[in-house]
């Protein structure tokens, strides 16, 4: 994947920002403690093990006697992941002699789950109360469909309408950087919009579950409890059925809200209803880097601008249409050009030449994926030359001064222009000057002093 601007790597980068008191808060939970304890790199998941059992301080220097000497940097690294997480507390004592203790709570709790083994956060519901269950494949083929009705909301939100009614707390997440609204304008994907459909899946509902919980407060939410039920999430049964009623009130809403995207599957009985996780919720506290992998491509360009892809999928038809001419579409094959007029209409929205050619890349086909370039040289020059042609001229707010009293004042302001970096033209003959525009107080100024 091309690299992402807009994105964290994982659900721990979040956890590790949080003050003291709401990491200390998290940390009573069994659950966020192993999801903690899994995230962390192998040394420091050692360092953590190794300390477990252990309740007196130890010191820096100790620590530093179990590293081999070519391997400082990775104990630097483990180290400084451990302490920002709170995992281990740092003390100095009289002789400003550094040591390290490990978070009570979360030593406390990993004991527990050590020593008495791991429980399920909520035991699921047995079979005779839940109707017939879908199968994993329905599951998953559930879920797909979810995230695909969301991201065709964010391409064209009139169509995706039709498809499924989202939650206004989930429409302002996905509004928030990537979509853009002027005054009595539809909304239009950004150029984070498009940044997030380069995305993979699992990086691109980490964007959405970071935002979501980044704008719980203002929905008067605490984050803390939020990111909390969210890691115990991805320890629950994938395809069991849970009850709802074993769900607080914010609880509730966070589920409505994550079945809107498949991360969950919402049922109902005669009497009682239930949640179902899906693969998605699985993925919740998995770091980016682990879970990643190469989507399967299905887009061919050839030399003559045209674009074969091979694929039955709306959204592939809707971002394609983002940047080239759609001719004509069969049922797995969609045709169509890549155009100086389309390319223009991307880069009017905001759509980049290297978002577009990365797009390209990625998304090869796997007959060519192997071929040096995936994509033609000639089409990314051209695609590359269409948007410099766009850019070549640029607009800059600026003023006219002109009808200077006398050669004097005319040097002296141009003097003046020039020496706070805003001239950017003059005419000495007919005493003529233009200035940016953000300096125009700076110059009326300059010249009321100079009369």
């Known amino acids: 994947m ?15 920002v949080l003050p003291a008191m709401k990491l200390d808060k998290l940390y009573e939970s069994t659950f966020i403690c192993e999801a903690v304890l ?53 003390t100095n004592d009289r002789k ?25 956060p909520r035991e699921p519901m047995s079979l005779g109360v839940t109707v017939r269950l879908p199968t994993l494949e329905d599951l998953e083929a559930y879920a797909h469909k979810q995230w695909e009705c969301f991201l065709l909301q964010l391409i064209n939100s009139a169509q995706a309408q039709r498809l499924t009614n989202f ?27 498009f940044q997030f459909l380069l995305m993979d899946t699992n990086a691109q509902l980490w964007y959405i579950i970071r935002e979501y919980i980044t704008t719980s407060e203002d929905r008067g939410i605490d984050p803390t409890d939020l990111i909390s039920f969210l890691l115990e999430l991805s320890f629950h049964s994938l395809g069991e059925a849970y009850n709802m009623n074993s769900l607080t009130e914010v609880q509730c809403k966070a589920i409505k809200d994550l079945a809107d995207l498949g991360v969950v599957k919402l049922q109902q009985g005669r009497k009682e ?14 770091s980016l ?40 579409q069969l049922p797995n094959l969609i045709v169509g050009s890549i155009t100086k007029e389309s ?40 695609i590359r030359l269409w948007e410099t042609d ?6 800059i707010p600026s003023h006219l001064y002109e009808d200077f009293p006398s050669k004097e004042v005319f040097e002296g302001a141009a003097d003046f222009a020039r020496e706070v970096g805003g001239l950017l033209w003059e005419d000495s003959n007919k005493m003529r000057l233009i200035v940016r525009g953000e300096l125009h107080q700076q110059m009326r100024d300059f010249l009321r002093r100079s009369k």
């Open 38 to 90: 899994r995230s962390l790199p192998p040394l420091a998941k050692k360092y953590a093990l190794q300390m477990l059992f252990i309740e007196s301080p130890v010191t820096a220097k100790l620590f530093e006697e179990w590293v081999l000497p070519d391997g400082f940097s990775k104990h630097r690294v483990a180290i400084e992941r451990l302490l920002q997480l709170r995992v281990f507390l740092e």
């Open 289 to 328: 880097s682990d879970s990643s992998s190469r989507r399967q491509g299905f887009v061919v360009v050839e030399t003559n601008f045209r674009m074969y892809a091979y694929s039955t999928s709306k959204l592939h038809s809707e971002i394609l249409r983002l940047f080239s001419r759609i001719e004509y």
């Open 390 to 395: 766009r850019n070549r001229v640029e607009m």
């Open 343 to 382: 390319l223009y209409t991307a880069f009017e929205n905001g759509i980049t030449a290297d978002q577009i050619i990365s797009f390209l890349q990625q998304n090869a086909h796997p007959r060519i994926a192997e071929r040096v370039p995936t994509v033609p040289e000639n089409v990314t020059d051209q």
């Open 2 to 16: 091309p690299q992402v601007r807009i994105v964290a790597k994982n659900f721990m980068d979040m956890v590790a």
């Open 167 to 193: 939650s206004s707390s989930m429409i302002r997440v996905f509004q928030r950087g990537l979509l853009s609204s002027r005054e009595n304008e539809a909304p239009r994907l950004t150029e984070n919009g």
């Open 96 to 120: 400003k002699e550094t040591s390290y203790t490990m978070n009570p709570k979360f030593q406390s709790n990993m004991r527990k789950y050590l020593v008495q083994g791991g429980t399920l």
């Open 273 to 286: 209803s239930w949640f179902i996780p899906t693969k998605l919720a699985s993925n919740l506290s998995i």
